[in-house]
């Protein structure tokens, strides 16, 4: 199948330090499967991720939330570091430690000068493998990710897409959310979480990615001292299949001042061949955002439009990709009374995207994709977190800025007709959506 061959070809390109992507790029292998990862560039400072091959669809119904649970108490004290302590030297040395959790990865770094690179990559492993999961910082955590939840049902974006995810992929992992059930969180205790920990932080499923002046020797030497403690065994369970399902998803609530929604197809997985074409598809739609005073980006057609005649607030396309499959579409906010205008918009752009679009559009796509990932690469933080997902998602560095650059009119116009149109839609919609078309116009509406 497609993905043992990827799998193949991941491993193969893993067996050997891979410099052959990005020549700046240094990979090892640990003996217990981890990746280390460097990338130099000549900065006084440098930032030092540890990623890790696990989220929410790696959990179950019990245990859903747990990824995200143990991000938040990770930095809560280890045992030869305690919460204070940690804090301290953190602030001390004018460092920012952070993390976050996805659908399928958990990641934590540390932005930090570059002579602290050291102090960097022991403190991330210590947290990693010597967090104390104390009763009284479960207790505590619980009521702050409580707390986060009444904060993300506030927050349309995060709702909306939350409830597209749950319809797309109804009854399977990917279709839970990260912060897992209110039920789950209030439940879940620390030997759980130590269960779920000692299951999926292993080293095969682990990468340690550190950009800026430090020397690559230095870093897996370090890395070595500090992570052979996580297991050799343990590589990433193949994913369940997670078909897509579409259909429609309604919360109205007309107290609120605006209509949210999201119309998504089946994407594709990051490392699908046609990965970029579809983003560069979702450039070509654009996005505008009238909630910000900088001027608005209006190269697509479906920009002017909208702003010309004050059909929405804010739009946006998307192709979110996971390891195995993707959702490509749009998401927008709109006042109650544009929002049936808009639509038939938004599917008229779709279907010029099979059938109109010009070379100069997607010419204006792939210079507007390869400046954004320019200007996100300036610092080392970006470029640390890209590493990290690609090492994770692709097992070797990679350029994008090539695959953007051998994007055509035809191949453009090729995933539209493939993945675009054509295809019936899963659509949530939240807030005063009230005059939302029906499902079934919307549906229509997809096909050529």
Not at 160 to 165: A, E, I, P, T
Not at 267 to 288: E, F, K, N, Q, R
Not at 352 to 376: H, M, N, P
Not at 390 to 398: E, F, I, S, T
Request: hydrophobic fraction near 40%; glycine fraction near 4%.
């Amino acid at each position: 199948s497609m993905a043992s061959r990827i799998a193949a070809f991941a491993r193969r390109a893993l067996s050997r330090t891979a410099t052959a992507h990005n020549s700046d790029v240094k990979i090892s292998r640990l003996n217990n499967g981890l990746l280390v990862a460097t990338k130099y560039m000549p900065f006084q400072t440098g930032t030092v991720a540890l990623c890790v091959n696990t989220g929410s669809r790696h959990e179950n119904q019990a245990n859903n939330g747990s990824a995200h649970f143990f991000e938040h108490l990770a930095f809560k004290g280890t045992k030869k570091r305690p919460q204070r302590s940690l804090e301290v030297t953190v602030e001390d040395r004018g460092a920012l430690l952070n993390a976050f959790t996805s659908r399928e990865h958990t990641v934590f770094f540390m932005k930090c000068l570059s002579r602290d690179t050291e102090l960097a990559v022991d403190m991330l492993s210590d947290i990693v493998v010597n967090a104390l999961l104390r009763p009284a910082s479960v207790e505590n955590e619980r009521q702050v990710i409580l707390e986060e939840m009444r904060h993300v049902a506030d927050m349309p974006d995060e709702f909306v897409f939350d409830n597209l995810h749950a319809l797309a992929f109804k009854n399977s992992p990917l279709g839970r959310t990260i912060l897992g059930p209110q039920e789950n969180i209030e439940s879940i205790s620390a030997m759980d979480l130590r269960s779920y920990i000692t299951t999926h932080y292993t080293g095969p499923r682990t990468a340690l990615v550190a950009v800026g002046s430090m020397d690559h020797d230095k870093v897996v030497e370090l890395a070595a001292k500090a992570l052979s403690a996580l297991p050799s065994h343990g590589e990433l369970p193949s994913n369940l299949p997670n078909p897509f399902h579409p259909g429609e998803d309604r919360h109205i609530d007309a107290t609120l001042p605006l209509a949210h929604f999201a119309l998504a197809v089946p994407g594709v997985s990051w490392a699908h061949p046609d990965y970029i074409p579809l983003t560069v598809a979702a450039t070509v739609i654009g996005a505008i955002d009238r909630n910000v005073p900088a001027p608005q980006k209006l190269s697509s057609r479906l920009a002017q439009v909208t702003m010309a005649n004050g059909l929405a607030n804010r739009y946006f396309a998307f192709h979110t990709s996971y390891a195995d499959t993707g959702l490509w579409g749009i998401f927008a906010s709109c006042n109650p009374d544009t929002v049936a205008d808009f639509l038939p918009e938004v599917q008229r752009e779709l279907k010029y995207l099979a059938e109109g679009i010009t070379a100069e559009d997607v010419e204006i796509a792939r210079i507007q994709l390869r400046s954004a990932l320019l200007i996100e690469s300036d610092g080392t933080t970006q470029p640390c977190l890209e590493l990290c997902r690609q090492l994770l998602a692709y097992g070797q560095p990679v350029s994008l800025a090539d695959k953007i650059e051998a994007v055509d009119l035809e191949t453009v116009k090729r995933v539209a007709r493939d993945y675009i149109v054509n295809r019936d839609p899963a659509v949530a919609c939240h807030g005063a959506a009230h005059n939302f078309p029906t499902y079934e116009t919307v549906r229509k509406g997809m096909y050529l």
